[in-house]
C-alpha cells in the first residue's frame, strides 16, 4: 500500500467514525449517578402523582433537574448482572425507559438486553435537547415479567458534543477517495502483469 493511500485512510478515519464515536461516547461530562434497586408495580411521584405499570415492574422513578444550558444529554444506563444466570431465564430481557416533565413525555426509549452469561451492559438513551430548564422525571419499567435482577445504574451525562457534519463528510470523503485510489492501483498493476498461457 503506497503511503499516499495509508495517509488518507488513516485521516479518514480519524474524521469519520473516531470522531463520531468520541462525540457520542466519551465527551459531556457525569453530572449525577444514581444506583436504582426497588422496583414495584405501582409509584407515587413527589408531586402525589400515581403512575401503575400493567406490564411488569417499574424501578423507582428519578427527579432531575435539567436545563438547556446541559445540552446536549444522555442518559446512561449500566446494568451488572450476577456471576450466574438462570438457565431457565430468557435470553433478552425488554425495558422501556422514558424521560416526562409533568404530563409531558420528552422521550421513549425502549431496548432489550441480550443476557447469556454474568457480566456488565451499557444502554445510552439520547443524546437528547432539553427545551427548558424545570425537573424531569425518568421512569425504567420492565416489559413482562423477568427473574434476573442486574444491579442498575444511571448516569446523567451533560454537555455532549454534536458531530458537525462536514468533519464527518470530509473523513468519509477520504476514505472513499483512499479506495478509489488503491483500486485504480491494484488494475493499474493486474493490467502490467504478463500474461501466461
Known sequence: MRPTIALLLVIGI?????YYAYCLLFSGHTAQTVQMTERAARWVTADGSILRFTNGLAYKPVALELTPEMNRVTLRLTLTFAERVDAQAPAGIRYQASLAQLDHTILEHPFMVQVSSSGTYSEDIGPMEIPYPAEYLFVLEEVGSTNVIPALTLELVTNVETPARP????????LVLALIVALRDTLRAARKQPWSG
Open 14 to 18: 480519524l474524521l469519520g467514525p473516531v
Open 167 to 174: 468533519v464527518i463528510w470530509a473523513g468519509m470523503a477520504l
